[in-house]
């Protein structure tokens, strides 16, 4: 059974713009990782934020987490042309490690 | 180079016809994955396995086999009971450190049945 919904589905901006994704989720979970997938390839790890975590960056990207409401958000920022693809939340319940994912949001950045 | 490979990157098949999945990885990964994907959707987990010669079911493995003989190695089969099989296939790995870890994916099979 899916685990995450990520909103939008669908997400168009212009290259510099920031772009802002949301992940929410149903069961407790041990952490919550974010995926990037281009088109008819394989998925790339973005970053990972634990469950005692709130807020991360690397690079770009920032994700936070609220427990409270089962919910993570992805924010890129001065967005490029090189990030449309279609980025996917996945939550980590710990047990066996495996993983639940989201539908996906499918961002075009038009330059 | 370190990775997860997957083969053939495109499959296709006849229905009634068994077809199996290659996956292989050198990164020394206890974990492995796969992940069925339909157009415009997310993934779903088939089967994953823990450890050499161990494996369950994910939430749709109605109609797939794996094997885990090797630690690099883990098979998927698509059987002829698998009732819709066109998709894309996704394997990854990942180690079992304790916290959770980020799994590797492969490229993907994309697999049409004609």
């Known amino acids: 059974s899916q685990q995450g919904e990520e909103d939008p589905q669908a997400l168009s901006i212009q290259e510099g713009e920031n772009a802002t994704m949301n992940c929410s989720y149903k069961?407790?979970?041990?952490?919550l990782q974010w995926y990037r997938q281009n088109s008819g390839r394989g998925l790339v790890h973005l970053i990972l934020i634990r469950s005692n975590e709130r807020e991360k960056h690397s690079g770009r990207l920032r994700v936070t987490l609220d427990t409270s409401k089962k919910s993570s958000s992805l924010l890129i920022t001065a967005s490029r042309a090189a990030d449309t693809a279609s980025y996917f939340c996945a939550t980590d319940r710990g047990n066996n490690n495996d993983m639940r994912f989201g539908a996906g949001t499918r961002l075009t950045v038009k330059p | 180079d370190g990775g997860i490979t997957q083969s053939p990157k495109y499959l296709f098949r006849k229905e009634g016809q068994n077809v199996t999945l290659s996956c292989e990885q050198n990164l020394n990964h206890d974990a492995m994955y796969w992940y069925r994907q339909d157009p415009g959707q997310g993934l779903r987990l088939i089967y994953y396995?823990?450890?050499?010669?161990?494996?369950q079911k994910g939430d749709i493995a109605e109609g797939y086999s794996v094997s885990r003989e090797k630690k690099e190695s883990f098979p998927l089969t698509v059987t002829s009971a698998q009732k819709n099989p066109t998709a894309f296939y996704l394997c990854?790995?990942?180690?079992?450190?304790?916290?959770?870890?980020?799994?590797?994916f492969g490229p993907g099979t994309r697999l049409t049945v004609l």
């Open positions: 069961t407790s979970i041990n952490n």
């Open positions: 396995s823990q450890i050499v010669n161990d494996f």
């Open positions: 990854a790995s990942s180690s079992r450190l304790p916290g959770g870890n980020e799994q590797f």
